[in-house]
């Protein structure tokens, strides 16, 4: 082997983790040789230019992995910017790479977040042949596909009842199980073994917003539906990049202090975030948190803190309910106006007390992509209602609900996700 092979064997085998961590614009399919975020003519030039000698290889040059690059390749590349080919490589958010063939047309669904980034590429529901359990517990979010078969759930993927169906791939969340398990882990490799590719990927969940952009437009390459892809995130990114625009200028003093409780209704003082949780900040808070994750936290320090809002995330309301309904969240806002520990916070005295249904955060009963972004439209709401006076949450859930997901769903008469109301904040 020569030292150029040598050279390129290394590169190729290394850890390909740059999607959803260090990734920022960079579409991870091979054959994007200039390494930028997206595949076109520039990657034709560049591949060219490895091949006379002008140009260093990159991690993605390799488009058809046969440790060469040559002219299959410039063919390879060409098929792919045309939407003709018929294999693609690319990284997922684990960091692994994954081949499909296409096109693929039976897919296997093991988190309702993954139905959600399929519908804003337009896939038809018939090729979608098993779902997870959770689905079925949703009738009104995902009613297409109440009768199709379960496959675990998330954190449990059934991975005998995946095999049976013969999917043609099959999409796991980029974990490696719950609470430091390997079941999702091993389901992949069990998998993987049977000669299936596995997709693994966020879709919104957890702090997903920092790859939702890669993983959507990656699925547009996958499935030949780049169009749409684009059409969502330059949706979702100008709804995104208009709140953080004014975020950036609002002095740090006028940036609320911010309690975020989650846990059960009935559980007081507890965070349960994933890592970092950037949406209280990005939305122009100060988390008084902001350094620990997941922990049980002092009342008494919450006291100290002072916090001028306080959000108290409920597994109540949610897509089933009807739009006048909120006396369960009203309870749990009155629940937390009553703790005589936090009478004298600046949160409770100015009735600064704020409840959103899990159903529209990063991770909820129901959550997907919307929670990537409809959390952070409620937050600045409600942390700067009069610089974002023309921000209407609802009509934007409604927009994601009736354009990018197909349902005939009204939220004026359906749905609860959120109290204290906006009209009355």
């Known amino acids: 082997m020569n030292k150029f ?35 076109d003519d520039k990657d034709i030039d560049y ?9 260093t290889a990159t991690k993605l040059s390799d488009s058809n992995l046969d440790g060469k690059i040559n002219e299959n390749d410039l063919d390879h590349i060409d098929q792919i910017i045309a939407g003709d080919e018929k294999e693609l490589t690319f990284v997922d958010s684990y960091g692994k790479n994954v081949t499909v063939h296409l096109p693929i047309e ?9 139905i959600e980034m399929l519908r804003i590429l337009g896939i038809d529901g018939d090729r979608i042949i098993g779902v997870d359990g959770h689905v079925q517990q949703n009738k009104l979010l995902f009613p297409e596909y109440q009768d199709k078969p379960s496959l675990g759930t998330v954190w449990q993927p059934d991975t005998e009842k995946i095999l049976s169906l013969d999917p043609d791939v099959v999409f796991l969340i980029a974990l490696s199980g719950s609470q430091g398990s390997s079941v999702v882990d091993d389901a992949a490799k069990q998998i993987e073994s049977a000669g299936i590719p596995v997709i693994r990927f966020w879709c919104g969940a957890a702090n997903g917003y920092a790859t939702i952009d890669e993983e959507i437009k990656l699925l547009g390459y996958i ?31 006028e940036k609320p202090a911010v309690y975020y409780e989650t846990g059960s209704t009935t559980k007081n003082y507890t965070i349960s975030f994933w890592e970092d949780y950037p949406y209280i900040s990005l939305a122009g808070g100060r988390n008084i948190f902001e350094n620990i994750s997941s922990s049980s936290v002092d009342p008494e320090v919450v ?69 990537s972004f409809l959390q952070e439209v409620y937050l600045a709401k409600w942390f700067h209602p009069e610089i974002f006076e023309d921000l209407d ?26 109290y204290t109301p906006l009209e009355e904040s």
């Open 5 to 39: 092979c040598v050279f390129l064997t290394m590169i190729l085998t290394s850890s390909m983790v740059f999607l959803g961590q260090a990734s920022d614009d960079v579409l991870g399919i091979f054959g994007n040789a200039n390494m930028d975020n997206m595949l």
């Open 47 to 55: 591949v060219k230019g490895i091949i006379d000698g002008t140009n």
């Open 106 to 114: 039976r897919i296997a669904i093991t988190w309702r977040g993954q």
């Open 223 to 253: 499935f030949d539906k780049r169009d749409n892809s684009s059409d969502f995130i330059e949706w979702r990114n100008g709804i995104l990049n208009s709140i953080r625009e004014k975020v950036e200028s609002i002095p740090v003093e």
């Open 303 to 371: 006291v100290q803190e002072n916090p001028d809002i306080i959000i108290k995330e409920t597994q109540k309301g949610g897509y089933d309910s009807n739009a006048g309904e909120i006396d369960d969240l009203r309870n749990v806002q009155e629940g937390v106006l009553k703790r005589s520990e936090l009478l004298n916070t600046n949160a409770v005295k100015n009735n600064q007390v704020y409840v959103i249904s899990q159903y529209i955060v990063p991770w909820g009963p129901a959550s997907g992509c919307r929670g």
């Open 393 to 418: 949450p609802q009509t934007i859930h409604q927009e994601y609900l009736t354009r990018f997901q197909g349902l005939d769903y009204d939220l004026e008469s359906m749905g609860v996700f959120v």
